[in-house]
């Protein structure tokens, strides 16, 4: 079992504006020269490290050139007043955003392997060209990454999720309130595209089990369906791409063949013919030696043709077969779809057999364990539709509610919660339209 994703973002400026409750609570506060000498090992920089070693570059530029890249930018730029006149750009302008994504392992594994390659995938499709390194740190308790990201203006607050978010709240005129859920809303629809493109795939949870509450069994359950559900998909991906390259494979080696086939076996016997009259002909008038010459011609096109016609069946054979090849593919393909199907059905057979046990015993350890598998089919059908498995644990909530609702208050608390939010946003608050 993995455990659950961390993933972090922060911004940050080349001065920092010190808040008087800094100074008294002796905060630390960090700009980009902390920032990158942290990153690098420097002496006095990394306090928090016992044994600091160099960090490794994982992807992109070394982090002296993209820290060189950013100071040389900040210096340059320069910002228009609303007067006209222009003027350097602010030395306290968050101007470099970094991400801190962990994994749960305390060493270089393969799962951490396979977790770092789909970890800079998401970062390089979400942020392009404005990502420019990637490095990992091995010397502290678990595996992480740290992304330096220097924006195209050297405005990172623009790029913060939450505060993209709370702006366009606060320019369609919605209330404080409102721009401040936006903002929240911002950064968890950020977790969750990393824990649908990389999290879900590792085997992580979304969160863990002290933000739900969840007791040892329950968690134990859940993490036991990610890791299910992980493998399911890695192998989906593999099969999916081994059926691909099989493919093209076997179509890349008939497609130019049949083109060039079908060319040449489009030449007739009277297009043929025609052309070599006109040779003759023209032959017979300047040369007559040439007729021979002209023969050989003639012969040479035919045998051509002949030779094309007979590529051309070869080819329409290896079509055939490559048809036949293609239905046998779709076959396995729905031999895959059928296999998810049963893994609903099993899904749902374990959440049934768990209510069962749970409402035979009456124990709140066992309702525990079913609201773990309960809610571990609700995150998975959000990434893969569960049909038979979600009506089962929409029947369990029911039931349970109904039957048991102090067992219910203790054991499903998550399902009390989403019940909550649907009923928020039905009913118009105070400061809504």
Not at 4 to 29: C, G, T, W
Not at 93 to 109: A, G, I, K, R
Request: charged share 30%.
């Amino acid at each position: 079992m993995a455990g659950y994703q961390f993933a972090h973002l922060e911004m940050y400026s080349r001065k920092v504006l010190v808040k008087p409750s800094d100074k008294k609570n002796k905060k630390k506060i960090w700009n980009t020269t902390d920032i990158f000498a942290e990153a690098k090992r420097e002496a006095g920089a990394c306090g928090h490290v016992e044994n600091p070693s160099p960090p490794v570059v994982v992807f992109g530029q070394s982090l002296e050139d993209t820290e060189a890249e950013h100071d040389r930018r900040c210096d340059a730029a320069v910002s228009t007043m609303k007067n006209g006149k222009t003027r350097k750009l602010r030395s306290t302008q968050n101007t470099l955003m970094t991400v801190v994504l962990s994994h749960p392992d305390e060493t270089y594994t393969s799962d951490v392997k396979r977790w770092e390659k789909l970890s800079i995938a998401w970062l390089k499709a979400r942020y392009g060209d404005q990502l420019k390194t990637v490095i990992r740190h091995d010397d502290e308790k678990h595996e992480h990454l740290h992304a330096y990201i220097i924006p195209d203006d050297l405005d990172a607050a623009s790029m913060h999720p939450g505060n993209a978010e709370k702006q366009r709240s606060e320019r369609a005129g919605q209330a404080k309130g409102d721009a401040n859920r936006a903002y929240k809303q911002g950064l968890r629809e950020w977790q969750d595209s990393y824990h649908r493109d990389v999290g879900i795939r590792c085997g992580l949870a979304r969160t863990g089990p002290g933000l739900e509450r969840m007791s040892r069994p329950a968690w134990v359950a859940r993490q036991k369906s990610y890791d299910h559900y992980a493998d399911m998909l890695n192998n989906a991906a593999r099969y999916e791409k081994k059926l691909k390259r099989k493919v093209a494979k076997e179509w890349a080696k008939t497609s130019i063949v049949g083109k060039m086939s079908f060319a040449r076996s489009s030449a007739t016997n009277a297009d043929v013919d025609e052309r070599v009259s006109k040779r003759v002909s023209a032959s017979n008038k300047k040369y007559e030696k040439q007729f021979e010459n002209a023969e050989k011609s003639r012969n040479k096109a035919i045998s051509e043709r002949d030779d094309a016609i007979v590529r051309a069946s070869e080819t329409e054979a290896k079509n055939s077969h490559l048809e036949s090849r293609n239905s046998e593919l779709e076959g396995q393909i729905t031999t895959a779809n059928d296999a998810l199907s049963r893994i609903d059905a099993a899904l749902a057979e374990n959440v049934m057999n768990l209510h069962e046990k749970a409402s035979e015993t009456g124990l709140e350890t066992d309702y525990q364990m079913l609201s773990g598998a309960c809610l571990a089919v609700a995150d998975i059908s959000k990434v893969q539709r569960l049909e038979l498995a979600m009506l089962q644990v929409s029947s369990v909530v029911k039931d349970v509610s109904r039957r048991v609702p102090d067992m219910f208050k203790k054991a499903f608390g998550w399902a009390i919660e989403k019940v909550a939010q649907r009923r928020s946003m039905a009913v118009p608050g105070p400061n809504r339209p």
